[in-house]
């Protein structure tokens, strides 16, 4: 029964530990990191009460009900949602949208760029052929650079007219027309905020491309937790206290960070999305500033199951996000698979609700641009 009870309290805690700001209290955001593991034993737990334990069954079924929001946000259960194919079928006015944190066009999966076969970054985007790619990361994209061939630079630029890659390798590939904002901001270097007013057919949506605070580890903070992670370490308390001051320090940034963010938000009208690398996880502090009381997670009301769109270094967290606000809403959102950059990619499929009655007619248009 006292297991069962710590686990639950560990279970609410850890769930809406991303509500406290990390300026006041960072061991809850760094405790919100173990939500899913103290999931997973939760629900091994709820097992082993059913079969021995029924009293104490009992209480792990309440910790699970007062920590569902957490849990779905976590892990949303979508059965209904429809398939890919039933989308590209449908009438509605819809788009693509992927944002992608592109490793700088590096092949992580090699552990080096090739220098033969063609980008396997940049295939991955041509043969998903999203209407809207979101790119952190993405320098540079021109033929002869990173292994990107002529021919796949001459497919880029015919599926994507509106491109813009900035010197920091924030940018946007669109088949629709692009205004692009860069957002000035005190701390240039430390993260980054681009703004993008893209004119779909009978919708015009502001686009904010983050990419927030990294955890900045050397390659000695990553050998530490791979020791750590394994069992192996020598002197646990010293990677502990490495770790976690440097975790600590990059959330009460990204607080600030999202601040930022979420005033250019509220100073912008109509439909906005706001995607890209929010180094951090669902129902996260930063996440929670930045949603407010508008903005809807994709995943979250599209998705299935746990997602992981970060894959290195052990750190296996959906740290990609689309939110979104306005005339859309996400019919389906998933992860992608391509393993060329040390983030997968996230996808959606939007349906455009402002226009209703004319979804087929401005279908066709969003078509020609296929």
Not at 298 to 320: K, M, N, Q
Request: aromatic fraction near 10%.
């Amino acid at each position: 029964m006292l297991t069962s009870i710590v686990t639950g309290v560990l279970l609410f805690v850890t769930g809406y530990g991303g509500m406290v700001n990390p300026q006041d209290g960072a061991v809850w955001a760094v405790g919100a990191m173990l939500f899913p593991l103290v999931l997973g034993w939760s629900l091994f737990l709820l097992v082993v009460n059913v079969v021995w334990f029924r009293r104490a069954a009992i209480v792990t079924v309440i910790s699970l009900a007062f920590s569902m929001s957490a849990i779905l946000t976590f892990c949303p259960m979508h059965f209904f949602r429809p398939t890919v194919a039933e989308i590209e079928r449908s009438d509605v006015a819809k788009f693509k949208l992927m944002t992608y944190n592109m490793l700088n066009l590096d092949d992580f999966s090699k552990g080096y760029c090739d220098l033969e076969g063609g980008n396997p970054t940049i295939e991955y985007i041509l043969r998903e052929s999203p209407d809207i790619v979101v790119c952190q990361e993405g320098m540079p994209v021109r033929a002869g650079k990173k292994n990107v061939t002529e021919d796949q630079c001459a497919r880029l630029e015919a599926a994507y007219p509106y491109m813009h890659v900035n010197s920091r390798g924030m940018g946007i590939f669109s088949r629709f027309p692009v205004e692009v904002d860069l957002i000035r901001h005190e701390d240039q270097w430390l993260y980054d905020v681009n703004r993008y007013v893209v004119d779909l057919p009978g919708e015009k949506i502001t686009i904010f491309n983050l990419h927030l605070q990294s955890l900045g580890l050397t390659a000695g903070d990553k050998e530490l937790y791979h020791q750590l992670t394994s069992g192996n370490a020598e002197d646990v308390g010293v990677i502990r206290t490495s770790l976690i001051s440097k975790l600590t320090s990059a959330l009460r940034k990204r607080a600030i960070q999202a601040q930022v963010v979420r005033s250019a938000v509220d100073s912008t009208a109509g439909s906005v999305m706001v995607c890209g690398d929010f180094n951090d996880i669902p129902g996260c502090y930063a996440q929670r500033l930045i949603l407010g009381d508008d903005l809807h997670d994709a995943y979250c009301e599209a998705g299935f199951g746990p997602a992981i769109t970060y894959h290195a270094d052990r750190f296996f967290f959906r740290i990609d996000h689309i939110l979104y606000r306005g005339n859309m809403k996400p019919l389906r959102s998933w992860v992608g698979s391509n393993p060329s950059s040390d983030h997968f990619p996230l996808i959606a499929w939007f349906e455009l609700t402002g226009n209703a009655g004319q979804g087929k007619e401005d279908n066709d248009k969003l078509a020609t641009h296929k």
